[in-house]
Every structure is written in C-alpha cells, then in structure tokens.
C-alpha cells in the first residue's frame, strides 16, 4: 500500500474563474493608477496654471507701482503723547493681548466695555435728528420726552420741568409705572443741555487733546478678517453726543460749543487717514455727516459768525474723499488677499466672515491653482472695477461711468466660473462705496461754498444772484464738482426765498436742484440707470 498523499486536480472551470479575477483586479488596478496618475497630472497642471497667473499679477502690480504689503500703505505709529487716539479715555480699546489658550486678553476691560456700551438715545425717532436735505430742524421736545423717560439720565432733583400727567384719570403729580409723562417744552433745550452733562468728564478728555497732531488707533492688522476695531462705534457714538450738544448750544445761542463739537467731530473723522479699511471710511462719512447738520442748523438759526462760518470751510479744506476711497480699496484688496490666505490654514481667522468657511473648505480639496486664481480674479476686480473711478490727480469720480460699468459687472457675476467665487462673494459691497464717497465729497465742498454764500450774506445783507459773486469770499478758489470737473450749480428759489448748491449727482442729469425727482422708481426715468437719481443738492434757508 503506497502512503504518498495523492493532491486531486483542480478543476479547470476553477483556474479559469481564478484567472479571471486576476486580471480583472489587474485591470481595475492599472486603471486606478492610470487615474490617480490623471489626478496627479491634472492637480500638477492647475497648480502651474494657478502659480504662473499669481506671478503674473504680483509682476504686474509692481509695475504700477501698487502697494504689495498693507505696512506700505501704513504710517508710522506716532507716540502716544502725540497721538489723541491714545489718550488714557481711548487706549483701552485696542490694548490686548493674547493668552496662552489665544483668547484675547484686555489691558482695561472695564473702560473698553463701558465705552462699547456707551448708552445714548437707541430707541429716538429719526424725525427728532435734524434733516438739511428736508430742510428740518431738530426737535427738542422729542429729545426731552426720551431723555427725561429714559432711566439712563438722572436729572437732579429741583430741576425738573415736567408736570405728570395720569393718562387715564387726568391726575396730576401720577408717576406710576404706565402713566403718560408730559413736559414743559418751554424747557425742551434746557433739559437736552442737563443730560448731556453726564458726558462732562468724558468729553472734557476729548477736547483736551483735539490740538494732538495725529489721531491713530493701533488696529491688529495681522489678524486678517478677525481684526478687531472696536473702536469705531466708540467714536460714532461720540460723534452722535457731540452732534447733540452742538445743536443744543446753537438753541442757546453758544456758537463758540458749537464750533468746538463741530471741530471735534472733523478731528475724531480723520482716524480713518490711517485705516486702508472700507468699514473706517464708512464711519468717517457718518461722522462728517454730523458735522455737515451742525453747520446746516447753524446757518438755518443764523448764530455763526464771519469768524465762525472761515473757521467752518478751513476745516473742512483737508476733505479729500478721493484720496480716501483709494486708500481704501488699495488696503481691501490686500486685507481680502492676504486675509483669505491667512483662513486657509487658519479657520479661526475668519471672524466675522463665518460665511466664506464653505467656500474656504472646498479649496483645501482642490487645486491649490484654482485658489490662486481666485485670488488674481479677486484682485483684478479692484483694477477694473473701482480704482479707474478715481482720479487723485484730477480729484475726480467718474461716478456715470462706474455705475455703466457696475450693470456690466452684475451680468457677468451670472455666469458661473469657479476661479470667481471670490469676486462673487466679496466684491459686490465693495462697488457701492464710489457713490457713498463722491455724495460725501460734494457734500462737503457745498458746506464750503455754503459758508461763503452765508459770508456773502452777512456783509451785503442779501444773497448772491450767482457764484461767480462770492468767489471772493473765501481767500482761495471754490471747490470745483468732482463728478463733473466743472463748478457747483447755483440757483435761487422765488417761492421759499432758498438757495441751492447742486451737483448733477449719481446719474449726471442736472435736475435743477431735485434731490429726488418725482418720477423715481416709475419706469420712466431719463436715464439708463432705471430711474432718475436726482441731484446732490444744499439747501441753504
């Protein structure tokens, strides 16, 4: 008997089938090398793609001589003790630090929330805020009913102009919770004026440093969208109180307060001379808008003097919104660049931008090429879509233009290109700050050649029939229209005994002085924008 151990055959239907999976795993393995290689190739090509257009935008701005690093554009921090914005009452609102965990860590937290929570007049209508463009004036008695209803403002007790009023029963001297509160408005300014007295010591320290050469916050640049600037509603606020104040004491008849919060407002404004940010110019034209009321109620009340009205236009001499509006679209287009590339790799860096995590999450899984592309595009749009607009040489805005060239923009964000998400996701909210600058310019140079029609005014006791009249008036050439290049229109109104200052405005229609023209927003306008924009007009009472 044999002990060898017989092995059986296997079945050839078995080597078969074997075979078979053999070089179908082969197939499936050649064919998923060939497309990791495809992959691979195709990542290589976008990538050279993408890092060949980034070193042909850098080329390119460097032959125009454009910024490449926001510290370009950036001055010197001046020292403290010349520098208003670091003043003991300021300093707290950019002075932190990082703890060892990354949270920010404030020097003075109680005067950085304070100041934040600054609590003036949220809930006021805007009807009681003066209106130059409507030609109202504030409304003190508005003023005094939220100002002494307000728990926030303690007034002393044996100056108190109010009789209370039961609103259901007509009882006198009812203070329950509920009542209707009437006041004297006979009182109205006085008590505007002893509210605001809780602002004394605070505003006392602003004054005291208007005459500082330089105003700059130290704003953490580095920190991409995650820059914080707390303090621009701080100033705003100020602004706001100081506004009312002013109006208060030309009420009274103190034209020398209301020059001094005038002043205030127009130093506090030129912290964004520093700030290449879109937010901080928004915040300057806001604030110059104050000062613009005051100086329109002033004139509606007659309380400046000749002194008062040169001070007013010297002041305002230094305006220069065009130089403004390109400093900063010059510093977004570097904080967009280089803030996009900072979340990349930091997610944390977004701050209030969570809506770019997205879109951020999609180019960490494709082509490094296709976001450098998105960049080029990104900043791109700035050379064609904002910077050709103003000319600092010429201080001019070619507003019609834009606005031709912005419907032009709007039809391509329709077709959809992905080296574009980020021009379609950032540059809309930047077309629109042209206009709000060149309204603010013209504004300005109207309040300027307001001032010497009101000198005009107070030596020959009557107006002007014309411009050409008051040229003299000021010492130096009247401000030319900088959407136009050309003068200012000038025109009397029979019936209201106004003048007006007048630029075509938006559209370049001259309206006659309309600021709103009636037929807005009916369908039939004059001009290719849709409806007739109107004119940017001063009206002077």
Known sequence: MSTETETPDVAPSVRRWVL??????????????LVITLIAVFFTFENWRGRRAWQA??????????????????????????????????????????????????????TKTRLETLHFAPKIPGKAWSDRHSGRETDFALWQTHLRDD????????????SLIDKEEGVEGAADVGRLHRYDTNHAVADVVLALKKYDVDFAALHGAVERPYIQFPVHYEEGFATLLTHLQVLRNFGKIARLKAVAALAQNRAGDAWKEFELIVRMS??????????SQLVRIAMLNEAMEIAWEGMAKRRWS?????????????????????????????????????????????????????????????????????????????????????????????????????????????????????????????RKVLDRCAECQVSVDELRVACAVELFRLENKSLP?????????LGVPL?????????????????TGAYLIYSPGGDGVDDGGVSVAKDKGKGNSRNEFGADLGDWVWRGI
């Open 306 to 430: 000749v002194e008062h009205l040169r001070s007013i236009e010297e002041r305002l001499r230094g305006v220069d919104q065009v130089k403004a509006y390109v400093f900063s679209m010059r510093g977004e287009r570097l904080l967009a660049l280089r803030g996009l590339d900072l979340i990349r790799n930091r997610p944390d860096a977004l701050g209030d931008f969570e809506e770019l995590e997205q879109g951020m999450g999609l180019f960490r899984n494709v082509p490094f090429g296709w976001y450098q592309n998105n960049l080029v595009e990104l900043g791109r749009a700035f050379e064609e879509y904002a910077l050709p607009y103003a000319d600092l040489a010429q201080r001019r805005f070619h507003v019609v233009e834009a606005r031709r060239k912005g419907i032009e923009f709007d039809e391509e964000l329709k077709v959809f290109s992905i080296n574009r998400m980020f021009v379609n996701l950032l540059f809309p909210a930047y």
């Open 270 to 279: 030129e912290a964004a001379d520093s700030e290449p940010v879109l937010i």
């Open 57 to 110: 935008f850098v080329a390119e701005m460097k032959a125009a001589g454009e910024p490449l690093e926001l510290k370009e554009l950036l001055p010197p921090m001046p020292a403290d003790d010349q520098n208003f914005a670091q003043i003991p009452l300021l300093k707290p609102l950019l002075n932190y630090g990082k703890g060892t965990n990354g949270q920010i860590v404030w020097e003075d937290a109680e």
């Open 151 to 162: 728990t926030n403002f303690h007034f002393p007790v044996g100056q108190v102009s109010a």
């Open 465 to 473: 029939k014309e411009l050409d009249e008051v040229a003299p008036m």
């Open 20 to 33: 078979f999976k053999w070089k179908n795993a082969r197939r499936i393995l050649i064919a998923l090398a």
């Open 479 to 495: 401000p030319k229209d900088p959407t136009t290049g050309e003068d200012y229109r000038f025109r009397l109104e029979a019936d």
